[in-house]
C-alpha cells in the first residue's frame, strides 16, 4: 500500500533560517505524483507544487524548492531565508496511477518560524 | 478567480441534530472531494463523486453521506452528529484523476454540543 511519512512532527527556526522538511514515500506503483500542501492557521490547504514520478529535477520557486530522489523515495522541500508566514503545517502527498485511488496525505510538520 | 467555496465556515450543532455543509466550485472540475480533518491530523477522505459516480471508502461511517446534484455543488450530509463529528471538513476538487493536483476550499469547522 502507498505510504507516506514525513519524520518531523514539529520544527522551529529563527526567521532568515533556511529549513527543509522531510518527506519520504513508499509505492510499488512505476507511475506516481507527489504533492506538497501548506496549511495555514486559517485552515485552508494551500497547492505548493505536483511532481511526476518521471521527472526527477529539482524545481525551485522563489524562496521555495523541492529535491526528488527516486533512489532514496524522498522528495524533500526546503524554504530558504524563513519568514513568519511561512509558519504552517505543510503535508506531503502521493497518489498513484496505476494502484491506488486516491491521495495518500503524510501526517504533516509543524513549522514555526520566530521572529 | 475560479476557485472552491465552502459554506458555512463555522457551524454548531447539536448533538444527534443532522447537519448540512455545502461546497461548490467554479473550477469545471469532474471530481469533488470531501474530507474529514482532526486537530494535528492530515486529512482523511470520506468520499469522492468523479462526475455523478459516487465512490464511498471503505472506513466511512453511514452518518456521512452526500450528494451531488450537478457539477458545481457538492453536500456533506451527518445524520446523527456524535461529539466525535467535531472536525474541520475539506472539500476539494480536481480536473479528472486522482493523480491531478486537488484544490481545496477554506473548509468548514464543526463543533458539535
Known amino acids: 500500500a502507498q505510504k507516506v511519512t514525513q519524520a518531523q512532527t514539529e520544527i522551529s527556526v529563527v526567521e532568515k533560517e533556511d529549513v527543509t522538511l522531510d518527506c519520504v514515500y513508499e509505492t510499488r506503483d512505476t507511475t506516481y505524483y507527489l504533492f506538497w500542501y501548506k496549511q495555514p492557521p486559517s485552515g485552508e490547504l494551500v497547492f505548493l507544487i505536483r511532481r511526476n514520478s518521471f521527472d526527477e529535477q529539482n524545481e525551485i520557486s522563489g524562496r521555495y524548492s523541492w529535491n526528488f530522489q527516486k533512489s532514496t523515495s524522498s522528495f524533500n522541500f526546503t524554504i530558504t531565508a524563513s519568514q513568519v508566514v511561512d509558519s504552517a503545517v505543510y503535508f506531503c502527498?502521493?497518489?498513484?496511477?496505476?494502484?491506488?485511488?486516491?491521495?495518500?496525505f503524510g501526517p504533516g510538520t509543524r513549522l514555526s518560524v520566530l521572529p | 478567480d475560479a476557485m472552491v467555496i465552502q459554506n458555512p465556515r463555522y457551524q454548531v450543532t447539536q448533538f444527534g441534530k443532522p447537519v448540512t455543509l455545502s461546497c461548490s466550485q467554479t473550477?469545471?472540475?469532474?471530481?469533488m472531494y470531501w474530507y474529514q480533518q482532526k486537530s494535528s491530523q492530515a486529512p482523511k477522505l470520506l468520499f469522492h463523486y468523479y462526475d455523478k459516480d459516487f465512490n464511498n471508502e471503505a472506513d466511512t461511517p453511514d452518518n456521512f453521506q452526500s450528494r451531488r446534484p450537478n457539477t458545481s455543488f457538492c453536500f456533506l450530509d451527518i445524520r446523527s452528529p456524535g461529539l466525535g463529528d467535531a472536525a474541520m471538513y475539506l472539500c476539494?476538487?480536481?480536473?479528472?484523476?486522482?493523480?491531478?493536483?486537488?484544490?481545496f476550499g477554506p473548509g468548514t469547522r464543526l463543533t458539535v454540543l
Open positions: 502527498a502521493l497518489s498513484e496511477a496505476n494502484y491506488g485511488q486516491n491521495f495518500v
Open positions: 476539494a476538487t480536481s480536473r479528472q484523476a486522482s493523480t491531478d493536483t486537488q484544490y
Open positions: 473550477l469545471n472540475h469532474n471530481v
